[in-house]
């Protein structure tokens, strides 16, 4: 198992100190400082190209970072060895704006990819991996009676029911963080109502979460924590108690301003 | 997870999966075929010698539509492959002529085309070249490689006769063609690693996203270079056993193969857009492409003919499998036509 050991008392999930990423010239984060604590629901806003994709995918081991250093359960993080499997073995795990499910892929499949359960072979325990789909299916995801089960494939869901399962895959693999990377977006009213009711049992479950939201005002009811990121930066933590949904959007309209007074 | 008793357990036997049987459109063609063979050339088709024949000719081709099976799953193509067979043959047939040692032989055949595979599965995976374009380079390379090396010549392997290696690849069992078992053979462990094999379920994702493929924790680079580095042994056996058949080896072997191995297995029903296929479906393909030349032949029908009528059949498939798949696209098709016209 991890050195990180997942069971040991910690006070943040993650924490990066002064990570710093660049594509060449271009610096997509400069300097981040975030700290997450261990029942945490942490909503990530800011603009197109604000760097918010490119952090998360920092802390999960798809993009290493230029610099910097990151803590996982206040253990600092190899990066030599830090992998997307290595973060998944960590309990992290990442709900992508549809790029977390394969489309033409059964359920079963698309549970476990990556963490099959397989004999020593290799050779996947096919009729294991499909009754506990269906298990997590019915029972944590209460997918009961709509006509979906663990054959069905990914292109026949909706846009609300992809997200759960993705976020009901990251429940039963027991993670600790769960990131989720604008779950809402071009989904109709009743989808984005579930989607909100399944983040909801990230936080009642005491798991931590940080959620990249276009829509302040899903963001504002449900985070913890608001941090505001613009162009590589952090510019704002924000506790929504302390700042109403109209402050809020005055305050982000004021620094487009300022980035486009800068860019003038 | 709760422990909350279900009302209804989930069913044991899921319905769809009975109705969708594996293949089944293209096994049904695959018996069409054979009817229509035996009604048009009854004296041919109603006697063993045809297929005995085909037995002995279609498994090298089979074996290369299995391995482009899972290449044609992850979203890749191959087209090296009938370098592999020129490069391979030439192997085999060098190493049996120089040391007498044909099992030595084939191990060089092999290893030569998965050393091929390597190359190919390098330049895709970690340079980042489609796979349609390196493939076209380096069979132009080692086809080269192999026509520089045998000197353009085609060497006899006569003293082979009679030997294990030709018993155990090339001879009968039970009056059969042993060929015809490795066939099977690889078509069942090909069938078991897509399907049921971590490694299979690798390929089914990287076809169906890369992206997808990468963020669920796929190491893509790693699983493509195996991909190709199978593809190329499956395709240096598969050389040996067209070299052993022949009892010859020409720099020339497999250039006909190209079209005939990947049109079987979009015949078969694979998908051309990765992230589904069928092994099943691959392997009556080869048996059809195998067939319809010979057959076409003994119903009459001028030879000439051949090829369109393959032609035919091949596009038929695909659209027919598109149908089966995706109605939808049918449909929306068809409004287009209408609402235009």
Known sequence: MADTNPNRTYEHIVRADKLSVAFGKVRALSDIDLAIGRNEIVGLIGDNGAGKSTLIKTLTGVIPPTSGHLFIRDQPVDWANFSVRRAHDLRFETVYQEKSLGEKQPLWRNFFVGRQITNRFGFIKVREQRRIANEILQRQLGFRGVGIDADSTVAKLSGGERQGIAIGRAMHFDADLIILDEPTTALAIKEVQKVLDFVRRIKASGRAAIYIEHNLAHVHALADRLVVLDRGRIVANIRPADMSLADLTLFLIDLQKTKIGAAA | ?341
């Open chain 2, 1 to 341: 997870m709760s422990d909350t008793p279900l009302k209804q357990p989930a069913p044991a036997l899921n319905p769809r999966a009975a109705a969708k049987l594996e293949g089944l459109p293209i096994i049904i063609v695959f018996f069409v075929l054979i009817g229509l063979f035996v009604g048009f050339a009854p004296t041919v088709f109603l006697h063993w010698p045809i297929y005995n024949s085909f037995l002995v000719t279609i498994p090298p081709m089979m074996i290369l539509s299995l391995g482009l099976t899972l290449v044609i799953a992850a979203g890749e193509i191959d087209l090296s492959f009938p370098a592999v067979i020129a490069l391979s043959g030439f192997l085999f047939a060098h190493v049996t002529r120089t040391y007498d040692a044909p099992w030595l032989g084939l191990l060089a055949a092999i290893a030569g085309g998965a050393l091929i595979g390597v190359v190919n599965g390098f330049l895709i995976a970690v340079i980042g070249i489609p796979s349609i374009i390196i493939t076209i380079g380096t069979s132009f390379f080692w086809s080269g490689i192999a026509t520089v090396l045998s000197g353009g010549m085609s060497y006899t392997l006569e003293r082979l006769t009679g030997t294990a290696i030709n018993g155990i690849l090339s001879g009968t069992v039970l009056g059969i063609p042993s060929e015809a078992f490795w066939a099977l053979g690889v078509a069942v462990v090909v069938w078991f690693i897509l399907n049921r094999h971590r490694f299979g379920e690798h390929l089914l994702f990287i076809g169906d996203s890369r992206e997808v493929a990468r963020v669920v924790g796929i190491n893509t680079l790693r699983e493509r270079i195996k991909l190709f580095t199978l593809m190329g042994a499956l395709g240096g056996f598969a050389a040996v056993l067209l070299t052993l058949e022949n009892l010859s080896y020409f720099p020339t072997q497999g250039q006909g193969m190209l079209l005939s191995a990947l049109a079987a297995v979009f015949i078969g029903g694979t998908s051309v857009f990765g992230g589904t296929a069928t092994v099943v479906g691959s392997f009556f393909g080869a048996l059809i492409i195998g067939m319809l030349d010979a057959g076409i032949v003994a119903t009459g029908v001028a030879g000439f003919w051949v090829e369109v009528i393959v032609g035919l059949v091949f596009v038929a498939a695909v659209v027919l499998h598109i149908g089966i798949d995706d109605p939808a696209r049918i449909r929306q098709l068809q409004r287009r036509l209408f609402s235009k016209a």
